[in-house]
């Protein structure tokens, strides 16, 4: 579930089309759901709350700092915790948390090169 999560939150760091992870969010929210046995449509609504934070907080400041991806990603994995009321598991935090570590300076690389060849380019 942490995954699924993580993977909207980088989709909508990253996308400009929010129309698009607005409806992968919604979808992938009902599949699990269904997978997971819990009321249909309240994994979908928080997914699509997270998107919309992120969309709220690009419209105004760059959402690639990496402090602030960590900062949100964390917020939210304790909040899903929280909503599913589940115990707080360290082992689930580190893992996401380390996974981020991992991924997110080499997509800002990548995002930070591409930004620059389309700048040139133009």
Do not use: A
């Not at 969309?55 to 402090?67: A, D, I, P, T």
């Not at 909040?79 to 991924?103: E, H």
């Amino acid at each position: 579930m942490n995954i699924l999560l993580f993977l909207i939150i980088i989709l909508s760091f990253y996308t400009l089309d929010f129309q698009k992870i607005f409806i992968l969010s919604f979808s992938l929210g009902l599949l699990s759901d269904f997978i997971f046995g819990n009321w249909i449509g309240t994994t979908s609504l928080l997914l699509l709350t997270i998107c919309f934070l992120v969309y709220l907080y690009r419209r105004k400041f760059s959402s690639s700092h990496l402090l602030f991806q960590l900062v949100f990603i964390l917020f939210i994995n304790t909040l899903l915790i929280l909503v599913n009321k589940q115990n707080l598991s360290v082992k689930n935090t580190l893992f996401i948390l380390f996974l981020s570590l991992l991924i997110l300076p080499i997509l800002n690389t990548i995002k930070g090169k591409n930004t620059n060849l389309e700048l040139e380019v133009k």
